[in-house]
């Protein structure tokens, strides 16, 4: 048994939310931490930086959100389950990033760039009536507007939604070939979150039961609220998250050579590990 299966049901909840918002502190000081490499570096180099400390921004802003919808045992960790798989793909793109360079994040840049131009050429339904808007300039007009657009479009001539041009897991692979070391914690919470997320936010029934259906323990009793909201959901969000934005902050840390981020990150990792694992054992 696990020290935290020993803690009171609302204790349990608590120490959890404790690792969370200890690594949202680790995540906002990496951020601010890429911010002051940014001013350092020019060029490709410094955009690259910039695009990464976006994104992590993002994350922090996201991992405060679940903190705030797991303060108390009700159903709001539900929407939880989405935010976590933003800040996992989030993650992801950050790491990716970080291990491609300029290449990569001038790609974000330009999917970005043409997506938006396309945003103002899209119509809105017949029924809302609404008077046309405006069109914007020719993409011609625009530096760099045309090439953007044709790399981000296929050869039917419908729009390459996927910014990167790989899976989620051709992502991880370039990733994993470069820091290996990341590859269990970015798996884990892959395996954890993805498919329940999507589920969730298709709105099927498989997602409903998870949270609605009664199951029982292994005494053939029903289990509380509290009992599965701890260690059926919250665990599920606290390993797609931690494992994600560790492996995203061992990743920056290691290409941008920032050390205090690296020992907290294994300072955050002992501490899981003290209270969700039997004897403090962790395979990490």
Known sequence: MSPLEELPLDQARDRIRDLLSTQVGIVELATGLMIIEAEKLKGDDQETARIIWVLMRDVVTSMRSVLLLTASFDMSIRDCFGIARSIFESSVNVAYIASV??????????????????????????ELRLPPKPLPPPADMIPGMAEALGEFTRANGTEQTDWAGLSVHGKLAVIFERYPGVRLNMSVSLGSIYRDASEILHGTFYAAAMFWEPQLDENGSPRSVEDRYVFDHLMVLFTAISGSVNG??????GNYQLPSITSQVRSFLGASASLLCENGITNT
């Open 248 to 253: 995203m902050l061992e990743v920056v840390s």
């Open 101 to 126: 360079g300029p290449p990569a994040a001038l790609r974000a840049m330009r999917h970005a760039t043409q997506k938006s131009y396309r945003d103002l050429l899209r119509t809105d339904p017949d």
